[in-house]
């Protein structure tokens, strides 16, 4: 299942570009990292918190 870009695309301009921040693709989605630690991401259509 592919995750729905335009809500990573709006994360991602949400999220900015603090320090420590990666992507990376996981469970099928994205997830947002924050120093190693996953804060949030799309996984089809839904946000995960």
């Not at 695309?9 to 999220?15: G, P």
């Not at 947002?32 to 799309?42: E, K, P, R, T």
């Amino acid at each position: 299942m592919a995750y729905n870009e335009e809500a990573a695309r709006r994360l991602r301009e949400t999220l900015g570009l603090r320090p420590g921040l990666t992507e990376k693709k996981m469970f099928g989605g994205i997830a947002f990292l924050l120093h190693g630690n996953m804060a949030c991401g799309v996984i089809g259509q839904d946000l995960i918190a």
